[in-house]
C-alpha cells in the first residue's frame, strides 16, 4: 500500500537543487555584469567616458543636449527590439511570467543576451528605470537556458527559470529572503518542496557571492528609531492605504499612456524615442530622477531631503516613468518604485504624530512595492533586507497589507500581471490546496456498484446495460468469482454489428484496453490525473490488499464531489450561535 506524507517531493529534488546552486553561482555574475554595463554607458553617455565607476547622470554638465541622450537610447533600444528581439521592451518580470505560464519555461539565448544589454543602454542613457526587473528577467532566462541542457520536465524548468530570476534579484540587492518571497508570490504560483527548496539555495548562493563581489549588506542602512506604539500603527494603516490609492492610480495612469502610445501613427520601434524625449525633458528640471536613483532612496530614507525637494522629485519621477515604460522600452520597476513609496512617506511624514523622518519613507517604500505588485510579504521583507531595520516591522506590516488590500479590492489586475492580461492570457494568483489533493477515494466513489457478469451473452448487453435510459455509460465486469477482470464500456460495443454475427460471444470476450483501477487510499488527485493520462472516464476501486476485489467505482462526476464541498465552504453562509 502506498504510503502518503505531507509532501510529494522525490529523490529528483537532490538533482534539481544541484543545478540550481550552479545557477546561483552563475546568475550573481550576471548581476555584476548587469550593474557594470549600467555604469558603464552612463559613463560614455553623460561623461564621454570609457570607465565602469558608478556615477549618477545627474552630476553631468551636458547643459540641454542632455535632453537627447534618453532619445538616443530609446532609439536605440527601438533598433534592438525591432531587428534583435521584441521581448527585451517592457520591464522584464511580466516576460518571466509569461514564459512560465505558457511557453513551458523555455527562454531563448537572444533574449538573455539582449535584455540586458538593452537595459543597460536604456538606464545608461538616463531611463528612470531600475535594474532588477531585466536581471530577473536574465537571470531567469540563464536558469531556462542552463535547465533546457538537461531531461527535465516543464515544472522543473520552471523552477530553475525561477532559481535564476531569484539569484538575479538577490545578488542586486542583497536580498536573499525577499527574492524567494518574490519567487513565491509573483513567479512560482506554488508553495511546494520541489520548487521552494532550488529557489532558495540558489538566492543563498547569489547572495554569498554577492558580498565578495559589491560587499555585504544593507544597501540603505538608516538611523536608529524609537519602536512604533499604537498611534504609530494607526499611522501605518493610513499610510497603507494612501499608498494603495497611489498605487493604483498610478497603475491606471501607465496602462491608459501605453493604450495611448499604440494609437500614435508610427511604428513602435520609433516610441521609445518618443518617450526618451519626455525623460530628457523632465530629467533637466529634475536631473536625480533620471537613472536607477539608489543614491536618491538613500537620501530620503536618512530624511536628507526638503518637503520642496521631495514633491518636486516624486512628481518628475513618476511622470517620465509612466510615458518612458509605456512607450516600450526597456527597464524594471523596483527601484522607480522604492524612490515614489520613499518620496510619498517623506512627504506624509511632516503630518505623522510619531515614527521621526527616517521611518516613514520606509514604510511608504514597502506599502507602494506591496500594493502596486500585490506582494505584501516580499516587501516587507524586502525593506528589512535593504535597511536592517528590525524595530519597523510592525508598522511595515501593517501598511504593506492594507496597501494589498486596497489594490485588491480596486484594482483587477496588478501592474505586472495586466501586460499579461493584454496579451490574452489571464492570471489567477489565489494559491490554496487543491480540493482534489485533499479528499481520498474511498470519500468520493459511488457504492454500491453495478457489474456485469463476465458470462452474461454479447447479445443482451446493449438492452440490460446500455440503452439509452440506462445511466451509466460504463461497468465493472465480475467473472463467477466475483473477481474484477475489466470495465466494459459503451464505446467497446459501437458499430457492434459482430454481437449479431457471433451469438457465443460473451462480456469477458468484449473488454477492450486492461484494466485501470484506483484505490480508496489515494487522492482524487491522482485518480483524475489516471483518467487524464489513460483517457477513461471512470476507475474501478479495488482493495489494496486484493487488487480483484471490487469495492467501488469512481467517475469523473464522482470527482466533482470535492469540488462542491469545497464551494459550499466559501458561498454558504450559516450562522451557528444563536440568541435563543
Known amino acids: 500500500m502506498k504510503v502518503r506524507g505531507d509532501f510529494a517531493a522525490d529523490k529528483r529534488l537532490i538533482l534539481i537543487a544541484m543545478i540550481s546552486i550552479f545557477i546561483g553561482a552563475v546568475c550573481a555574475y550576471v548581476a555584476v555584469l548587469l550593474l557594470s554595463m549600467i555604469s558603464f554607458f552612463t559613463n560614455l553617455f553623460y561623461f564621454h567616458q570609457f570607465s565602469l565607476t558608478p556615477r ?53 539565448p537572444k533574449v538573455a543576451i539582449l535584455k540586458p544589454l538593452s537595459s543597460a543602454i536604456s538606464i545608461g542613457s538616463g531611463g528612470p528605470f531600475g535594474a532588477e526587473g531585466p536581471i530577473i528577467m536574465t537571470g531567469g532566462a540563464f536558469g531556462s537556458i542552463i535547465a533546457q541542457g538537461f531531461h527535465l520536465t516543464a515544472a522543473e524548468r520552471k523552477t530553475l527559470l525561477v532559481a535564476g530570476a531569484s539569484a538575479g534579484m538577490s545578488a542586486t540587492f542583497a536580498s536573499p529572503i525577499a527574492a524567494v518571497l518574490l519567487a513565491v508570490e509573483l513567479l512560482l504560483f506554488e508553495w511546494k518542496p520541489r520548487s521552494l527548496v532550488p529557489v532558495a539555495l540558489a538566492s543563498a548562493v547569489a547572495a554569498a557571492l554577492r558580498s565578495h563581489l ?17 498611534l504609530g500603527l494607526l499611522a501605518a494603516g493610513i499610510v497603507g492605504l494612501t499608498a494603495g490609492a497611489f498605487s493604483a ?10 493604450d495611448w502610445f499604440e494609437h500614435i501613427p508610427v511604428h513602435w520601434m520609433w516610441r521609445p524615442a518618443i518617450g526618451g524625449l519626455i525623460v530628457g525633458i523632465g530629467g533637466y528640471f529634475q536631473p536625480r530622477a533620471l537613472g536607477v536613483g539608489y543614491d536618491v532612496i538613500g537620501d530620503l530614507l536618512r ?11 516624486v512628481a518628475v519621477k513618476c511622470v517620465i516613468w509612466i510615458i518612458s515604460l509605456a512607450s516600450g522600452t526597456s527597464g524594471g520597476v523596483l527601484a522607480p518604485l522604492l524612490i515614489m513609496g520613499c518620496s510619498l512617506g517623506a512627504l506624509e511624514s511632516h503630518f505623522l504624530p510619531t515614527g521621526g523622518s527616517s521611518l516613514w519613507p520606509l ?12 506582494a505584501p510579504f516580499t516587501a516587507v521583507i524586502f525593506a528589512l533586507e535593504l535597511t536592517h531595520d528590525v524595530d519597523a516591522l510592525p508598522p511595515l506590516l501593517i501598511a504593506s497589507v492594507c496597501a ?35 479528499s481520498r477515494v474511498s470519500e468520493a466513489m459511488s457504492q454500491p456498484v453495478i457489474t456485469i457478469p463476465s458470462s452474461t451473452p454479447a447479445s443482451e448487453l446493449l438492452e440490460r446495460y446500455f440503452a439509452s435510459s440506462n445511466k451509466h455509460r460504463g461497468y465493472p465486469v465480475l467473472n463467477g468469482k466475483d473477481e474484477l477482470i475489466g470495465v466494459l464500456t459503451i464505446s467497446d460495443l459501437l458499430g457492434g454489428s459482430f454481437l449479431e454475427n457471433d451469438k457465443t460471444l460473451q ?8 484494466t485501470i483501477s484506483t484505490f480508496p487510499e489515494e487522492t482524487c488527485r491522482e485518480a483524475a490525473e489516471r483518467m ?49
Open 214 to 230: 559589491l560587499g555585504a549588506g544593507p544597501l540603505f542602512p538608516i538611523p536608529a528609531h524609537a519602536a512604533v506604539g499604537w
Open 303 to 313: 530624511g536628507h531631503l526638503v518637503a520642496s525637494v521631495v514633491l518636486g522629485l
Open 363 to 374: 514604510v511608504g517604500m514597502a506599502a507602494v512595492l506591496g500594493g502596486m505588485m500585490r
Open 249 to 258: 492610480s498610478l497603475s491606471a495612469s501607465l496602462y491608459k499612456l501605453e
Open 56 to 108: 549618477s547622470p545627474s552630476t553631468n554638465s551636458l547643459g540641454l543636449f542632455m535632453i537627447v541622450v534618453p532619445v538616443a537610447g530609446g532609439l536605440i533600444i527601438g533598433l534592438m527590439a525591432r531587428y534583435g528581439s521584441e521581448k527585451i521592451r517592457g520591464h522584464g518580470i511580466p516576460e518571466a511570467l509569461e514564459a512560465i505560464l505558457f511557453g513551458k519555461s523555455i527562454m531563448s
Open 404 to 438: 494589498y488590500a486596497f489594490t485588491v479590492l480596486t484594482m483587477k489586475r496588478s501592474i505586472l500581471t495586466e501586460k499579461v492580461a493584454r496579451r490574452g492570457y489571464d492570471i489567477f494568483r489565489e494559491y490554496g490546496v487543491d480540493p482534489l489533493e485533499k
Open 532 to 580: 487524464a493520462t489513460r483517457g477513461v472516464g471512470r476507475l474501478p476501486v479495488v482493495s489494496s490488499d486484493d487488487p480483484k476485489k471490487l469495492i467501488g467505482i469512481i467517475t469523473r462526476s464522482d470527482l466533482l464531489k470535492p469540488r462542491l464541498s469545497d464551494f459550499e465552504e466559501e458561498q454558504k453562509y450559516e450562522r451557528h450561535w444563536k440568541l435563543t
Open 507 to 514: 462480456a469477458r470476450d468484449l473488454i477492450g484496453a486492461e
